[in-house]
Each structure stands twice: as structure tokens, then as C-alpha cells.
């Protein structure tokens, strides 16, 4: 069943309600699902097929959902793209999902033209304001509606979107979420299992959340906060571009009650002092998309007297994993327990089982497991195994069912014959008051095989000192894992959503 059903069965069931917010204008869910249907009939108009695929080059904004939404409509797969791509970039995820239509704003049309140039599958260019030449405005395309255009008839194994992640590699990957994918995150959770049974007349209740939504559409967590709209009943604040007074402004303004964010955001708001700002109405935050240092964890709780819960989630999962489900409920380091429907188990590089407490490879089966890699069949089959999504990532669970991440297996550090987990070095390079953001990636060295290099950028008004570094990584871990070297990066090279990328500061080094 097509997911875009999703938001019509909510709407039946809650009744209306303002659902978005953008630069101050309110937008209903019902104005959506009349949007949706709108951008469909023009979508369908240029010949977008089920299956074709529609490239969304957009910032977080309305225009960016309305076109997801729409492109499942008619039974499409929607390609949201991070909008800070640079066009040869483009040109490479074009030249894979070859997208029938591109859904642009005027700050990336031109990287967006340039890219497709040549490209005779793109049959239209929309874009998000004023008409510009070779492209169709969003307004002018929602302006009329096909009354006769039915939800096309999707299978839940049919793949509804295209979120591309590089991973480690840089080589962009189209991970392919399915309509079951999205039928797993968004079925409205407070209707039970019946929810399918639409009422005669719709409920009046509350709104319970009112989140704050900066995260890009392009990565999975952001993807995944849009789905929870249809699981719960949401007013989001979208703010389109980052920025830290501005998300402050928004939260005091609108009462905001939950915002999913990533670690670098704490780290921003504890070292903000530029004016006073009141974030009390939040009673949920929310740390994805990298690791949060246990330090920014601890200071958070004792200025805010309020956790930060850390989850756990890949694109490949289309998100969520694991979670650490309250307040009350929270172990430090943990990313929580299972999240319901999703299986865990820790396994040995044979792929055995191994029990509670033991170090291995993070394996996932459930609801939300991809599909596979668009137009990568061997590497689909190097992941998915028996059902099972190698993750990639080394963690533990320990007796009470919760996670513990301890890094990536790629980024494993083997000098002279040990084991060095970056991660544990960087928890203790940012214990260090001066610094700010830490990195650590092992570099090949002759003589031990690899060598542990640590990058870090200073807070404001610190002095660089690399001994200093060195010897305080010394009275917390062992000799054999403090960094040979320590350099530092003006601005550590990060996502949109704020990960390092290691492969960047190898690069740096000679």
C-alpha cells in the first residue's frame, strides 16, 4: 500500500490542525494533503511514472516535503539531496537515479542545471519562488488540482525513496527505502491496530509535540521526523538553514517541546553566550546522526537538569534502532535499548552469536531494513545477509537489553598488534576543557603498522597546545593509545548534519 496513505488517514482521524510552520506562515494538514495532490497532478502532468524517480535539491522546507509527498502520490520514489552538494557531486547521484523531474530553490538552481545538463531524462525543473527561465514554479504548479488523479497502487516492497549516504568510502550509495519501510515508522501510533477503519468524524485533541525541525531531509534523521508525523500528532517549526539564534528565537516563540538535533548543536547552545534564552518549554532532546560525547552529555544535564536522549540508527534501518525511551530510563554511553519490532544481536566476524557483554559486530533484522543499494547488487548481498543488516559498527549489549557503540570497524586503529577504538580517545580529548571538537583516525606507519593521529579544534580564547593534549590523553588511557600526534583544524570538515569526516582529515596529513 502506497504510503502517501499515511496522511490521509491521519487527517480522518485527528481533524485539523496547523501541521507546519515556515518563516511564519501556518500550514494545515489539511492545506498539505491539498498541496500533495496538487504538486501530483503537475508531477503527473510531466510524465512522472510510478517508479521514475524525482531528485529534491531543497533545504528543509515545506516545498521539500509537499515534493516527497507528492512523488509517492503518483508512485514515484522520492531522491531528497542535500542541498549543499557541489555539482559535480550532483552530476554523479543524476547519473545513477537518472530522476524523471528536480525539484530545486533558486540558491542551488544553478549547481542543479549544470549537473543535469545533457541529461535527457530530466523532463522538468521546479523551482521553490520566482519562475526562472528552463524551470516551473512550485506556486504556479500547486495552483490546480487533477480531481480525477487517484494515489497510485504501490506493493510495500516497492521502493519509495532514495536517501544517498558516502559512508566511509565517499562513493555515494542510493539506499532504497521501501513503502513497508515507511509504513513501519509512520502507522499513527495512538490508533492501535484498527487505524485503517476511518471514523465519521475525526477527534479533538491536543497537539503533544511541537518540534523544531533543522535537520536536513537528505539524512536519515531528518527523513525519519517527517514520517513522525503521521505517527503522531506534530506541529513542526521547520527552519530550513541552521543557524543558533535563530533556533533559539523559534523554540522561545512557539513553546517548542521536542528537538531531534545532532551533538555539535549541544555542544553550540553550551558554549552560547552571546544573550540569555529560555529552552525550558523542551522537554525532549533528541542526539542522532553521530556520537555524543559522554562530556557534552553531563554538562548538558547539570546546566539544563534535563537528559539528552541518545538514539541510534542508520540510513540502511531508515533510522531509529534504539532509543533511550525516557528520563528515567537512561545509561550513560548507552544509545539505548531496541527499539519495538527491531531485532539485535552482537555476532563474531564468522557471523556467530555471541552473548551479553561481548564485543562484535552490530546486526539488525526488522520492519525497517532497506531493501538494498539502487544499482549495487554485490554490495546489497555483502550487508544483507539471512534476513540480518550487518551494520558495520562494533558495539556490546549489556544485561538489561541496552547498546553500547564503541565505533566503527572500519575505523579501527591497529597499532603494533593492538586495538585502538578511536572513539575512546575522542571521549577523552573532548574532556579536555580547552577543546572543542575532537577527531582521531589512524594513519599507515612502517614500523607499527598504523599510527594514531588526533585532530582538534580550540573553544574561543584557547591556545593550541599539543603537549598539553598529549599528556592529558595520558592520565586517562593507556600509552599504547595516546595519539603519536595532535594537530589542529581551524574547521573540522563536516555533513550537514554535523559528522566529521574522517576521510578529510586524512587527507590532511602528508
Not at 519562475?131 to 504556479?140: A, W
Not at 589512524?442 to 599539543?466: A, H, L
Request: aromatic residues 8%; glycine residues 8%.
Amino acid at each position: 500500500m502506497n504510503a502517501i496513505t499515511l496522511l490521509h488517514v491521519a487527517l480522518a482521524h485527528r481533524g485539523e490542525y496547523i501541521q507546519f510552520v515556515q518563516d511564519g506562515v501556518d500550514f494545515t494538514n489539511a492545506q498539505v494533503e491539498r498541496d500533495v495532490k496538487a504538486f501530483a497532478t503537475a508531477l503527473s502532468s510531466a510524465g512522472v511514472l510510478k517508479g521514475d524517480r524525482v531528485a529534491m535539491v531543497l533545504p528543509t522546507t515545506y516545498a521539500n516535503v509537499i515534493s516527497i509527498f507528492a512523488t509517492w502520490y503518483v508512485g514515484g520514489i522520492a531522491v531528497p539531496l542535500d542541498f549543499s552538494l557541489a555539482r559535480d557531486e550532483l552530476h554523479k547521484i543524476f547519473s545513477d537515479c537518472e530522476p524523471k523531474a528536480i525539484v530545486t530553490d533558486e540558491a542551488s538552481l544553478e549547481n542543479a542545471l549544470h549537473a543535469a545538463s545533457e541529461m535527457t531524462f530530466v523532463k522538468a525543473i521546479y523551482i521553490d519562488g520566482a519562475q526562472m527561465p528552463g524551470t516551473i514554479s512550485v506556486s504556479e504548479a500547486i495552483a490546480e488540482i487533477d480531481g480525477n488523479l487517484k494515489v497510485a497502487e504501490c506493493a510495500y516492497e516497492d521502493t519509495a525513496t532514495l536517501l544517498y549516504t558516502s559512508g566511509s568510502t565517499g562513493e555515494p550509495k542510493g539506499v532504497m527505502l521501501t513503502h513497508q519501510n515507511i509504513w513501519d515508522k509512520g502507522r499513527p501510533k495512538e490508533l492501535g491496530e484498527d487505524f485503517m477503519t476511518l471514523p465519521d468524524k475525526p477527534a479533538e485533541g491536543t497537539i503533544p509535540f511541537t518540534m523544531l525541525l533543522s535537520l536536513p531531509l537528505a539524512h536519515v534523521f531528518g527523513f525519519i521526523m517527517i514520517q513522525n508525523i503521521f505517527a503522531y500528532p506534530t506541529k513542526v517549526v521547520l527552519l530550513p538553514r541552521f543557524r543558533l539564534d535563530t533556533a533559539l528565537d523559534l523554540i522561545e516563540k512557539y513553546r517548542v517541546n521536542l528537538v531531534p538535533t545532532v551533538p555539535t548543536v549541544f555542544r553550540y547552545i553550551l558554549n552560547y553566550h552571546e544573550r540569555e534564552f529560555d529552552i525550558s518549554s523542551v522537554f525532549m532532546w533528541v542526539s542522532g546522526s553521530a556520537a555524543l560525547p559522554e562530556s557534552t552529555a553531563t554538562q548538558w544535564e547539570k546546566r539544563f537538569g534535563i537528559k539528552i536522549l541518545q538514539g541510534y540508527g542508520l540510513t540502511e534501518a531508515s533510522a531509529t534502532v534504539s532509543m533511550n525511551m525516557g528520563q528515567d530510563w537512561v545509561k550513560p554511553g548507552s544509545i539505548g535499548q531496541a527499539w519495538a519490532g527491531v531485532e539485535l544481536k552482537i555476532v563474531d566476524p564468522e557471523g556467530n552469536e555471541l552473548p551479553r557483554g561481548e564485543v562484535g559486530e552490530v546486526c539488525i533484522k526488522g520492519g525497517g531494513v532497506m531493501k538494498g543499494y539502487y544499482n549495487k547488487p554485490e554490495l546489497t548481498k555483502e550487508v544483507l545477509k539471512d534476513g540480518w543488516l550487518h551494520t558495520g559498527d562494533v558495539g556490546r549489549i549489556d544485561g538489561d537489553g541496552f547498546i553500547f557503540i564503541i565505533d566503527r570497524i572500519k575505523d579501527l586503529i591497529i597499532r603494533g598488534g593492538m586495538n585502538v577504538y578511536p572513539r575512546e580517545v575522542e571521549e577523552v580529548l573532548h574532556m579536555h576543557p580547552d577543546v572543542r571538537d575532537a577527531a582521531v583516525v589512524g594513519i599507515p606507519d612502517d614500523e607499527m603498522g598504523e599510527e594514531i593521529v588526533g585532530f582538534v579544534s580550540m573553544k574561543d580564547d584557547c591556545t593550541f597546545d599539543e603537549a598539553n593534549i598529549r599528556a592529558y590523553v595520558s592520565e586517562h588511557l593507556a600509552k599504547y593509545k595516546v595519539p603519536r600526534e595532535v594537530r589542529l583544524v581551524q574547521d573540522m570538515p563536516k555533513t550537514e548534519v554535523g559528522k566529521i569526516i574522517k576521510r578529510q582529515l586524512k587527507e590532511l596529513y602528508p
